[in-house]
């Protein structure tokens, strides 16, 4: 089961950490992506993070603000988001790649777990 967390309501210009965890599973063996999808939008990547130590993936109109990151000890996948801004608004995913994947990409075949999501809504 994968969950995210961290979610919830924070004013333009702030900063929110997304937290992605799972039992049964130990993240750093897997590629892990965050997603997002706005209300009447397509789902879109936001970055993806390499198994076992590699590297992180951002989308080609990724602005800087968000970063991905690994605690192993803690089995978690972190999304780090700066400077949120009112377009940021969205249900944030969490998803696991398949076991075959090294090199992460933001393909939704490539993942075989998905979390429920996290809402997070940037507003004053």
């Known amino acids: 089961q994968v969950v995210e967390s961290g979610g919830g309501l924070v004013q333009p210009g702030g900063s929110l950490r997304l937290s992605c965890s799972a039992s049964?599973?130990?993240?750093?063996?897997?590629?892990v992506g965050w997603f997002r999808q706005a209300p009447g939008k397509e789902r879109e990547g936001v970055g993806c993070?390499?198994?076992?130590?590699?590297?992180?993936r951002y989308p080609d109109n990724d602005t800087g603000r968000f970063t991905l990151s690994r605690d192993n000890a803690d089995n978690t996948v972190y999304l780090q988001m700066n400077s949120l801004q009112p377009e940021d608004t969205a249900v944030y995913y969490c998803?696991?790649?398949?076991?075959?994947?090294?090199?992460?990409?933001?393909?939704?075949?490539?993942?075989?777990?998905w979390g429920q999501g996290t809402q997070v809504t940037v507003s004053s």
């Open positions: 998803a696991v790649g398949k076991h075959w994947v090294r090199m992460c990409a933001f393909g939704a075949t490539e993942y075989e777990y």
């Open positions: 049964a599973l130990t993240l750093d063996y897997y590629a």
């Open positions: 993070i390499n198994r076992q130590g590699g590297g992180t």
